[in-house]
């Protein structure tokens, strides 16, 4: 587990043997079973987490208590409810496992403190916030441009385990479509699969 | 103008004169008149532009060469086409003054050596990031979960100036709308002004 975290730090940044426990020691571990919520909409965000291993969805609830998924966070991701976090201010997303799921960590004040200590998470948290905004950037361009059944195939083209690890309905709020549009692109595309 | 930069700086890291002088000598600044294409689609992306002034809008044009506006960038403002800009690769986005602009801009060259000398601007680019990708976050969840309606309100509720800076057309293809579902919300809005 803590291999995982080295690997993936190092893959932007290397690290010697002490300055990765340096920046270990800044993370906790946390184990969290199916349906957990790490953030709750209205509660204080206390952490960034890691993703080991699991699945994560970040929700957005409207009045009429209609659950629209802002993004899937599973192995290697970072996720939060990011303006929370920064800002001290209440969530107005939540945070829940879809899979039994191993997590690291980490607090505004470990977070605050690692930047300063080391240049080198710095840079390495300014180029993970560079991705996460253009992820972001394709995602509207996505809305934008593409119909449901393009963003669907986007989707599994690109991540093909969705999938399987995720219930229809769940995809049907992350692409913004009812389930019904979604089961109709889903039998047409098996209907692809089969026949070619 | 050197000025509004080291405020811009300033509201997030305060600077000696000569580090902002240092600072300061990483960018070049730029006029573009209106209509002018700082970033041309398939072509390389050289620098990052901050606004002094003026009014930007970043593109993506379709295979039938409809576009749509993924973001405007106003006084005080950076923007590029970041997945190009920092992966070396063709554009795939455009980036267009809709009025006569004041400019600076960087290039990656003058970023990253800004990134290596400077653990202040480090820290300056990481807030930045943060804010454009939770900016976009924000502009996500708006899709999945507001009417063209709702998004239009909290348009101009956001930037009320955008309203008078921005031909109506522009202000659709931001939305994701039509010109004519547009001209129905800005019409029944026009009525409310009048009437409250």
Not at 42 to 58: A, Q
Not at 109 to 130: G, I, P, T, V
Not at 164 to 169: E, M
């Amino acid at each position: 587990m803590k291999t995982k975290l080295r690997t993936h730090f190092e893959a932007l940044v290397p690290l010697t043997d002490d300055e990765f426990n340096f920046v270990h020691s800044h993370f906790s571990s946390q184990t969290a079973k199916r349906s957990t919520y790490l953030i709750k909409e209205g509660e204080p965000v206390k952490y960034v987490y890691f993703v080991i291993s699991g699945l994560l969805k970040l929700i957005y609830t409207n009045e009429s208590g209609e659950e629209s998924i802002v993004s899937f966070a599973m192995e290697d991701w970072w996720e939060s409810d990011y303006m929370a976090f920064y800002s001290g201010s209440k969530a107005h997303l939540s945070l829940q496992c879809l899979e039994d799921s191993v997590l690291y960590r980490i607090s505004l004040e470990d977070y605050q403190n690692l930047c300063d200590k080391s240049q080198k998470m710095l840079r390495f948290f300014l180029q993970k916030a560079q991705r996460g905004h253009i992820g972001s950037q394709q995602r509207i361009i996505s809305f934008l441009t593409l119909s449901a059944k393009d963003r669907y195939e986007h989707l599994i083209d690109r991540y093909p385990a969705l999938l399987q690890r995720v219930p229809k309905t769940q995809l049907a709020s992350y692409l913004g479509v009812s389930r019904e549009t979604l089961s109709r692109l889903y039998s047409s595309k098996s209907y692809l699969d089969r026949t070619t």
